[in-house]
């Protein structure tokens, strides 16, 4: 009981108190810009990113103290090894995964330890120190196992535009009690009194912008009203794609989202807009956009629980993540969100096990750009990006007329029937349409297993039993897919 009552955990929101030589603040938020490869492109399409860090959790016992980054919900410190397993694990890569964020920091009186998730020992460094001071830390390196931190200076200089104290601290690589050569020889670490690290050694990351409840500093991460920012006329085009998985080919639809009034708010954004359908009609609808249901958006790079909420589109017992920040070719703030939730599963549980998976990217021009949702193991999806836009009177991509056009002119010209359908091994479709020219057979991997130019509109069907896709394409290069099942 003694020592329950020594350990106390605390969830801080919105406070900074004054901890000298600390390299992440408590309460602030710092924004290090850094080159990294990752392993999705088409959801982070860039190597340097932006990332977010920040501590607003503490657990005190004593003279030792941890701190966490991002993990507001309490509900996440009893996923904390799924988290560190996760991260560690070959099998189970997140897609943002971050190993160059501590997952926790410990002090203990002067000593200070930060663990990262893929290294094995944790870096110690000694804030406190003054010039001329010097210790050691364990690390494992190519040609070495220790890492010799020295003080070399310190005095009055800026960060960013705030004047503060600051100190240089000098790194050199040991094999055992011999100095060797290495990279990380030419490597600072930089850090200030009051605003933390400057230069985040040993990840090369550079602080590009810092804030807290008293002061914001460099980098400006936009809010919900930043991200959510059109205006009364202007104009979205979406494409819908859908696929119900192994039995049915993917049907593609467009629409147009005509904003005719806006109520924003620093918690929620509306859009009122008028919607034509690329068959001509026309629906109103209203877009509400909730802090509450975003609010994964708004947090630092990391994993974390929501609480579970089936009224909110971004809302999950399961473990999600949020991308770091990166700028587009255009100037324009990105970030990308992924849900995954799985009915049966213990809330700590991670992917990639689920029912259901969300993947949200935005961005500080248009919002919500693009959404990809999966269900189940069928491999169904459906997924929305924007494909032309009309704002500030810019018109940019696709434009509707086009997008209704070709689809008038193509839906008129491209039907086809086929029969028997189920058909029987070693026997003859026939296929009914109108300058169809090439058939594809493809199975549920994908794989053309047949394919034969359309001379009489026939095809001998010599493959194995199973459900298959048939694929005809016509003279004007256009193809539409159907089931074709051989008992």
Not at 184 to 204: A, E, H, Q, T
Request: glycine share 4%; charged share 15%.
């Amino acid at each position: 009981m003694k020592s329950l009552l020594l350990s106390i955990f605390l969830l801080i929101s919105n406070l900074v108190f004054c901890q000298d030589w600390f390299p992440f603040p408590v309460g602030q938020r710092s924004y290090f810009e850094k080159y990294e490869q990752y392993n999705n492109p088409p959801i982070i399409p860039t190597d340097t990113t932006i990332q977010s860090y920040e501590i607003d959790s503490v657990l005190i016992s004593g003279s030792k103290s941890t701190y966490y980054f991002n993990y507001k919900n309490p509900n996440l410190i009893n996923c904390y090894k799924d988290i560190l397993d996760f991260h560690s694990s070959a099998n189970l890569t997140p897609q943002f995964n971050d190993h160059h964020l501590p997952d926790s920091l410990i002090t203990n009186l002067d000593s200070l330890w930060m663990y990262f998730p893929l290294d094995s020992l944790p870096l110690l460094i000694i804030p406190s120190a003054n010039p001329g001071d010097s210790w050691f830390s364990d690390y494992n390196g190519s040609n070495y196992n220790k890492l010799k931190f020295t003080c070399d200076n310190k005095f009055f200089g800026n960060i960013l535009n705030v004047l503060d104290s600051i100190k240089i601290i000098s790194v050199q690589t040991y094999l055992d009690s011999f100095p060797v050569v290495s990279p990380f020889n030419s490597k600072k670490l930089i850090l200030s009194k009051n605003y933390g690290l400057k230069d985040f050694f040993p990840y090369d990351s550079k602080l590009i912008g810092f804030k807290n409840s008293i002061i914001s500093e460099g980098f400006n991460e936009p809010d919900l009203q930043e991200y959510f920012n059109l205006i009364a006329s202007d104009v979205l085009i979406w494409k819908h794609v859908s696929d119900a998985g192994f039995f049915d080919p993917e049907v593609i639809t467009y629409y147009k989202d005509s904003i005719i009034a806006v109520n924003s708010s620093p918690l929620n954004v509306s859009y009122s807009v008028i919607r034509t359908n690329q068959n001509g009609s026309i629906n109103n609808y209203t877009y509400n956009y909730n802090y509450s249901d975003l609010e994964g958006l708004f947090v630092g790079t990391c994993s974390f629980t929501n609480q579970i909420n089936s009224n909110t589109i971004l809302s999950s017992g399961a473990i999600n993540e949020t991308s770091p920040l990166y700028y587009d070719a255009n100037g324009y703030v990105n970030r990308a969100f992924i849900l995954s939730y799985a009915q049966e599963m213990n809330p700590c549980e991670l992917m990639p096990n689920y029912d259901f998976s969300l993947c949200i990217l935005i961005n500080s021009k248009y919002g919500i750009y693009s959404r990809y949702d999966s269900f189940g193991v069928d491999e169904s999806y459906q997924s929305w990006t924007i494909e032309g836009s009309v704002i500030d009177g810019i018109q940019e991509g696709i434009l509707w007329n086009d997008i209704v056009t070709s689809i008038e002119s193509n839906s008129s010209i491209f039907e086809y029937t086929i029969y028997p359908n189920p058909v029987q091994k070693n026997n003859t479709i026939q296929i009914e349409g109108t300058d169809l020219e090439k058939a594809e057979i493809i199975n549920l991997q994908g794989k053309i297993v047949y394919q034969s130019e359309l001379t009489n509109n026939q095809l001998n069907i010599n493959i194995n039993q199973g459900i298959y896709f048939l694929k005809v394409t016509n003279s004007k290069g256009i193809n539409t897919s159907k089931k074709l099942i051989v008992n």
